[in-house]
């Protein structure tokens, strides 16, 4: 099998060529598998789910459970997709910039706005929705409240879910306001999902972790159905699972490698 490879700032670039959305070149760039795949059909409207440490391999330990992930990757295109950063807020601005931790800056919600103080129209701390949005597009992002907030005036359509000591009920949460955001038919749709990230955190078995990626996947589920037809969808890891420890107990020498050089999973696929 050829595993093919990618990094997560090319998901933002990717997008704006697909749907032709305006940007400064940021450092990340087009992934030409993705262009290939949606050269065949009509790719109008992209929506990315970041699924909160689905690491490759954790991915492909899971990926029996997550069945709808799983049908949209055979479907699709599934990528090894190195990520410039182990924790979320760094990761996650690199993948919805383009830009690597050392050029955005944001390892915080907090950097957000004072990263923006020093230069309000600093290209690298703008978000693939925000570019679309000033090019007249419809965008929207469905993330923890605070996250959220710092969309304020720059996007129109943001929805915030505080966070929650019932990971499950918050990511359902999101979940329904994605699905809500979907009935306004946007042209880029972001969404975080976090449950399987918190239990790794909290929990000590497989079977815990299964119960997590299998609500997940059930969050997708909604999501994939409710989207447009012309959807492309980009389903990510924002860094590999923490506990490394614990997960990997039982691990191959290649996942090991895979955990240790940060690699996530990337689905790239129309429903
Ligand atoms: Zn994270």
Not at 185 to 194: G, S, T
Not at 205 to 226: P, Q
């Amino acid at each position: 099998m050829i595993v093919l490879e990618c990094r997560t700032i090319d998901i933002a670039p990717t997008i704006s060529r697909l749907l032709k959305v305006p940007m400064v070149p940021p450092s990340g760039r087009s992934i030409p598998e993705v262009e290939n795949y949606a050269k065949e059909r009509s790719c109008e409207k992209a929506v990315i789910i970041v699924v909160d440490s689905l690491g490759y391999s954790l991915y492909r330990h899971l990926s029996p459970t997550m069945r709808n992930l799983h049908e949209l990757a055979e479907k699709g295109l599934l990528f090894k997709c190195r990520s410039p950063a182990t924790i979320t807020s760094p990761a996650i601005a690199s993948i919805f910039t383009g830009y690597l931790p050392e050029e955005h800056n944001i390892y915080s919600t907090a950097d957000i706005y004072s990263e923006r103080s020093k230069d309000p129209e600093n290209p690298r701390l703008k978000s693939i929705m925000e570019w679309a949005y000033r090019a007249g597009m419809k965008t929207s992002a469905v993330i923890e409240l605070e996250g959220a907030e710092s969309f304020r005036g720059r996007i129109k359509d943001f929805y915030g879910v505080p966070n929650s000591e019932d990971i499950l009920d918050y990511d359902r949460r999101i979940t329904e306001y994605a699905l809500q955001s979907l009935r306004e038919k946007p042209d880029i749709l972001a969404v975080h999902l976090r449950a399987l990230d918190r239990y790794s955190h909290r929990v000590e078995t497989w079977d815990e972790m299964k119960k997590a990626a299998k609500t997940i996947d059930k969050n997708l589920e909604e999501i994939f159905r409710n989207a447009e037809k012309d959807t492309i969808f980009f389903i990510c890891g924002d860094h590999a699972v923490h506990g490394g420890k614990k997960w990997l107990k039982n691990a191959t020498h290649e996942e090991i490698k895979n955990h240790e050089e940060n690699y996530v999973a990337l689905i790239v696929g129309c429903y």
